[in-house]
C-alpha cells in the first residue's frame, strides 16, 4: 500500500482509480483558476521493487500573477485575429472563385447561342427563296 495523498494546498484531488492508497491506485489533482500545477497532475500508486509508491512527488499549486497571464492573453488574443484574418481571406478566395466559375459558365453559353445563330443563318443561306415564301 502506498501512503495517504493530501490535496496540494488550494487545490483538490480526485481518486479515479482504487481505493485512495492499494496498488494501482491512480489520483488526479486540480488547481483552481488563478493557479497553475508544479509537478505531475496525476499519480499512480506502484511496486517499485518490494514495496509500494506514488509515481511522483504530491503537485503544488502555485499563484499565477498577472505579468504571467498576460502573454497567454496577448497570445489569445492574437491567434483570434489571426483566425479571422485566415477565414476572411479564405472567404475572399471562395467569391472570387465563385464568380469566375459563374462568368465563365455566362461565357460559355454566350458562345453557344452566338454559334446556335451562325448555324441558323448559314442554313438559312443555303435554303432557296420559293422556300422561304
Known sequence: MCTQVQPPKRGTLQVLHGDGTSVGTVIVFYCPSGHQMVGSGL???TWKGSIAEWSSGTPVCKSVTVHETFGFRVAVIASIISCSIILLMSMAFLTCCLLKCVKRTKQQHLDRTA????QLRE????VPERWLV
Request: with cysteine.
Open 43 to 45: 499519480l499512480t500508486c
Open 123 to 126: 442554313i438559312l443561306v443555303k
Open 115 to 118: 454559334q446556335l445563330w451562325l
